[in-house]
């Protein structure tokens, strides 16, 4: 037999995934907000990560910076406000091969749908999550969010907010993802990276970015910023352990501005593979039976 013979037939390439077959309708935010570079950020990393493109999903909640699917040809969509997280869950449950992305805003994530957050980051559910931090609620007209940091005027606090604000990456930490990361919404090169990394985590991986709303809150992040006078201070991922969550709780205490970059990255049994795993037990006792025979059992026993 010739070499020609035992070569493998020709596969036709993978099509390259471009900016232009992600882009959908152009986006409506206000000339100037933070969420566009956020956005450029994510067709960015989706054309370098490559993912085919009928496995990527765009999820998002309520609110300006939930408007991600609208602008992403991808599948995906709005759930109610602060219960995408847990919508998404599922998405990602039922199709493990699916790249699930969600995106959505301090209100969404932190407020409204804090606890939402709290259980899937638990959980360990196989996601990517992006809260764009604009630190108030940009959709509704400027009330206080939950990151509003004290002395913040809003149409909810007139005389300024008296309410100490959460931090979010102590949060996060806190919370049980498994990766874990903070960006800047002026950082494009520093986003693509997080949301890279995150996707390619294997676990809930989430990336907060904070992004100006010029509307409501223009120059909320000026002292991150270095064009503005800011700094922007990475993290030496060659001194911090990523592994030890109370090294990350202690980057996540510094005064603010504080620091960009992974603060939590560790490994922990996804809960799709866990799930995945007691379905096969499960089936391999039952011997392979039908779902309607097993449901038909089952009814049968509650006679
Ligand atoms: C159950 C429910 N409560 C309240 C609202 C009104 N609402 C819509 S968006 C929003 C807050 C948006 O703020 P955030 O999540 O920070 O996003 P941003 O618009 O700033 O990007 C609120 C309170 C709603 N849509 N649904
Ligand atoms: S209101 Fe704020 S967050 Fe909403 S689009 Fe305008 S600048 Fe962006």
Redesign the pocket.
């Known amino acids: 037999m010739s070499d020609t013979a035992l070569a493998p037939a020709p596969t036709p390439e993978e099509p390259k995934l471009t900016k232009k077959a992600l882009t959908a309708d152009h986006p409506t935010w206000c000339p100037g907000c933070g ?1 566009f570079a956020v956005l450029a950020s994510y067709y960015r990393a989706l054309e370098q990560l490559n993912y085919p493109h009928e496995s990527i999903v765009t999820m998002a ?6 408007r991600f699917p609208y602008f992403v040809n991808s599948h995906g969509g709005h759930f ?3 219960r995408s997280v847990p919508f998404s869950a599922g998405v990602s449950l039922s199709r493990d091969d699916l790249k699930v992305f969600v995106f ?6 932190f ?2 749908g804090g606890n939402h957050l709290d259980h899937v980051a638990r959980k360990n559910v196989n996601l990517t999550y992006v809260i ?3 630190q ?5 007209k400027k ?1 206080t ?1 939950p990151t509003s940091p004290q002395g913040f005027k809003s149409k909810t606090d007139p005389w300024g907010a008296i309410d100490q604000p959460i931090n979010p990456m102590r949060k996060l930490v806190n919370s049980g993802a498994t990766f874990v990361a903070r960006s800047h919404a002026t950082q494009v090169k520093h986003m693509v990276e997080m949301i890279k990394r995150a996707a390619e985590h294997p676990g809930f991986a989430v990336v907060e970015i904070l992004s100006e ?1 010029i509307e409501f809150f223009p120059g909320a992040f000026d002292d991150s910023v270095p064009r503005k006078g800011g700094d922007f201070v990475t993290i030496d991922e060659a001194e911090h352990d990523k592994t030890d969550i109370t090294a990350a709780m202690k980057l996540a205490s510094e005064p603010w501005p504080g620091r960009f970059g992974v603060y939590l990255e560790i490994q922990r049994p996804t809960k799709n593979a866990l799930e995945a795993g007691l379905i096969t037990k499960a089936r391999e006792k039952t011997k392979q039976a039908a779902d309607k025979d097993l449901l038909k059992a089952t009814f049968a026993k509650m006679r």
């Open positions: 969420d909640g309520i609110g300006c910076s939930s109610i406000h602060g959505g805003g301090d209100g969404d994530g407020s409204i764009m931090d604009n108030v609620y940009g959709l509704t009330q969010s709303c």
